[in-house]
């Protein structure tokens, strides 16, 4: 028995367990075996303990030179600048300005379905001569009503488009709204439209013709004439006093030759911005804005040299025009105001908004914070009036236009006059901060759409030189407090001259001397 156990015993040492045998093959075959790294050399025997620290010591800051990006994205040991210009000038304009001087901005917001894109000009108005003043006014018509190929507006409508046009004092503009996969075909339309619009003496004497005829039905009783009248006697004899239409002797005399003179002066290049907005893509809308404006002017006079040439000055005057047979009164009452850049302009948007607007069809006066608010609709004395505080390159007016009824235009001229040199004295901080929140709000609203925010772009890269970020915006507005907004009535309202248009049954309207007496307050 004990000679079979050290038999078998010999057996077993000779042939191992099949068990390990496969395990053993199974280990050495793997594929994807990684090598172990070779384990670092001992230090030489003689190597005292501190070099060895040493050493190790070095080859950690050795690894930290070549660090692993994936794990220092967020938690690196080195301070970098951060940079958050991106959010502080949200939504982002991307602007591309041409060799020829033509500015091209857009704000990118693929994910709408449409777009705008339009053209705002540095002309207006106030650059056109005084024997054919309203020449603009006749070319944008004749602009919107058709070209040479007499197709354009047509095929605008056949893409689901539309486009509109409008002119001021100191610019104009033309807006195209279209699907976001129309660009292109947008771009190329008002392309069309402002360099190959049909001048023919038909066609120009038929619009001639339709404007004689609007003047005659609309006549001279609306808030536009009501405005042109201020404009007229506040800047007399320079030339922010032309009306944008223009009186009717220079309509009549107007040719095609004013009109090509007109273009080739103030359709220049340099004096132009294309904005887009929406759907759009800034590479591919200024590669199409290259192939198709080429035929614009290049006309080498600036606006600041036309502004400088022709310099406007503020007058205290007034116009009253008596029309008996119009059943309310209208009264504008204007201060000379800012300009685009005065430091002064956003504290007079604050002060516009305190004084604030209303309409006799809302009930909401009583309970609204403008006290002036408050004051006409306990009172009643007027059917509406607003605020308004219009910006020039150079100057600006400042005041309150109302609607009224015959006998109540003493009141109403009390109530007004009391507010405005109030400004100057007696300021709430609440108030100012209602109407900094008032303000801001309807900034925000009135840039809501594609169209809205194409027409802010090329509005102030026209009158700014640039878009204004709204954080930046917003921080100029919160600076306005009681003290400020006090400060700048002192500087444009208290004891200053003003300009008054009045137009209707206005025989009970106080006379200048009143309205002049009441710009400052006599307290002891």
């Given at each position: 028995?004990a000679?079979?156990?050290?038999?078998?015993?010999?057996?077993?040492?000779?042939?191992?367990?099949?068990?390990?045998?496969?395990?053993?093959?199974?280990?050495?075959i793997?594929?994807?075996s990684?090598?172990?790294p070779?384990?670092p050399?001992?230090?030489?025997?003689?190597?005292?303990i501190?070099?060895?620290?040493?050493?190790?010591?070095?080859?950690?800051?050795?690894?930290?030179e070549?660090?692993?990006?994936r794990?220092?994205?967020?938690?690196?040991?080195h301070?970098?600048?951060?940079?958050?210009?991106?959010?502080?000038?949200?939504?982002a304009?991307?602007?591309?300005?041409?060799?020829?001087?033509?500015?091209?901005?857009?704000?990118?917001n693929?994910?709408?379905?449409?777009a705008?894109?339009?053209?705002?000009?540095?002309?207006?108005?106030?650059?056109?001569?005084?024997?054919?003043?309203?020449?603009?006014?006749?070319?944008?018509?004749?602009?919107l009503?058709?070209?040479?190929?007499?197709?354009a507006?047509?095929?605008?409508?056949?893409?689901g488009?539309?486009?509109?046009?409008?002119?001021s004092?100191?610019?104009?503009?033309?807006?195209a709204?279209?699907?976001?996969n129309n660009?292109?075909?947008?771009i190329?339309i008002?392309g069309?439209?402002?360099?190959?619009?049909?001048?023919?003496?038909?066609?120009?004497?038929?619009?001639?013709?339709?404007?004689?005829r609007?003047?005659?039905e609309?006549g001279?009783?609306?808030?536009?004439?009501i405005f042109?009248?201020?404009?007229?006697t506040?800047?007399?004899?320079t030339?922010?006093?032309?009306?944008v239409i223009?009186?009717?002797n220079s309509i009549?005399?107007?040719?095609?030759?004013?009109?090509?003179?007109?273009?080739?002066?103030?359709?220049?290049?340099?004096?132009?911005?294309?904005?887009?907005?929406g759907g759009?893509?800034?590479?591919?809308?200024v590669?199409?804005?290259k192939?198709?404006?080429?035929?614009l002017?290049?006309?080498?006079?600036?606006?600041?040299?036309?502004v400088?040439?022709e310099?406007?000055?503020?007058?205290?005057?007034e116009v009253?025009?008596i029309?008996?047979?119009?059943?309310?009164?209208?009264?504008?009452?204007a201060?000379?105001?800012?300009s685009?850049?005065?430091?002064?302009s956003?504290?007079?948007?604050?002060?516009?908004?305190m004084l604030?607007?209303?309409?006799?069809?809302?009930?909401?006066?009583?309970?609204?914070?403008?006290?002036?608010?408050?004051?006409?609709?306990?009172?009643?004395?007027?059917?509406?009036?607003?605020?308004?505080?219009?910006?020039?390159?150079d100057?600006?007016?400042?005041?309150?236009?109302?609607?009224?009824?015959?006998?109540?235009?003493?009141?109403l001229?009390y109530?007004?006059?009391?507010e405005?040199?109030?400004l100057?004295?007696?300021?709430?901080?609440?108030?100012?901060?209602?109407?900094?929140?008032?303000?801001?709000?309807?900034l925000?609203?009135?840039?809501?759409?594609?169209?809205?925010?194409?027409?802010?772009?090329?509005?102030?890269?026209?009158?700014?030189?640039?878009?204004?970020?709204?954080?930046?915006l917003?921080?100029?507005?919160?600076?306005?407090?009681?003290?400020?907004?006090?400060?700048?009535?002192?500087?444009?309202?208290?004891?200053r001259?003003?300009?008054?248009?009045a137009?209707?049954?206005?025989?009970g309207?106080?006379?200048?001397?009143?309205?002049?007496?009441r710009t400052y307050?006599?307290?002891y």
């Open positions: 028995m000679t079979r156990k050290l038999i078998h015993r010999s057996l077993r040492h000779q042939h191992p367990s099949p068990t390990v045998r496969n395990y053993a093959t199974q280990s050495s793997t594929p994807h990684t090598p172990l070779p384990s050399s001992p230090p030489p025997p003689n190597q005292m501190y070099d060895r620290l040493a050493e190790s010591v070095k080859s950690k800051l050795k690894r930290l070549n660090p692993d990006l794990f220092l994205r967020y938690t690196s040991p301070p970098s600048l951060a940079d958050h210009s991106q959010l502080l000038s949200f939504p304009t991307r602007v591309t300005t041409l060799p020829n001087g033509l500015q091209i901005a857009t704000e990118s693929l994910a709408a379905r449409s705008a894109v339009g053209v705002w000009i540095d002309a207006g108005s106030r650059f056109e001569p005084d024997e054919k003043n309203g020449v603009g006014n006749f070319l944008k018509r004749l602009q009503k058709g070209t040479e190929s007499g197709k507006l047509e095929e605008i409508e056949n893409i488009g539309g486009l509109d046009a409008y002119n004092r100191e610019m104009t503009s033309y807006l709204n279209f699907m976001g660009v292109s075909k947008g190329e008002l069309e439209v402002l360099q190959n619009s049909d001048f023919s003496e038909e066609r120009i004497n038929k619009e001639r013709n339709e404007i004689l609007e003047r005659e609309v001279e009783i609306g808030d536009e004439a042109d009248h201020l404009h007229a506040a800047f007399q004899y030339p922010l006093g032309k009306s223009g009186p009717v009549k005399s107007i040719t095609k030759a004013d009109i090509q003179d007109y273009i080739s002066t103030h359709y220049a290049t340099h004096r132009m911005v294309i904005a887009a907005a759009v893509k800034h590479e591919d809308v590669e199409q804005v192939k198709v404006f080429t035929k002017s290049a006309n080498p006079t600036t606006t600041s040299q036309l400088a040439n310099p406007v000055n503020f007058t205290g005057s009253r025009i029309e008996d047979d119009i059943p309310l009164a209208r009264l504008a009452v201060f000379n105001g800012a685009w850049t005065d430091p002064d956003i504290a007079l948007m604050v002060m516009q908004t604030g607007s209303w309409d006799k069809s809302n009930g909401d006066g009583k309970h609204m914070g403008s006290e002036l608010v408050q004051r006409v609709a306990i009172s009643e004395v007027a059917e509406r009036f607003m605020a308004f505080n219009t910006n020039y390159k100057t600006g007016l400042f005041g309150v236009y109302a609607v009224a009824k015959p006998d109540c235009l003493d009141d001229s109530a007004i006059m009391y405005l040199s109030k100057c004295y007696r300021v709430s901080e609440a108030d100012v901060i209602r109407a900094r929140n008032q303000l801001k709000s309807s925000l609203q009135n840039v809501n759409g594609i169209s809205a925010a194409a027409e802010d772009i090329g509005r102030q890269l026209l009158t700014y030189g640039r878009r204004i970020p709204y954080a930046e917003y921080a100029r507005i919160d600076a306005v407090d009681a003290n400020a907004v006090k400060h700048v009535a002192n500087r444009f309202i208290f004891d001259d003003i300009a008054i248009a137009l209707g049954p206005i025989q309207l106080p006379d200048y001397n009143w309205f002049r007496r307050w006599l307290r």
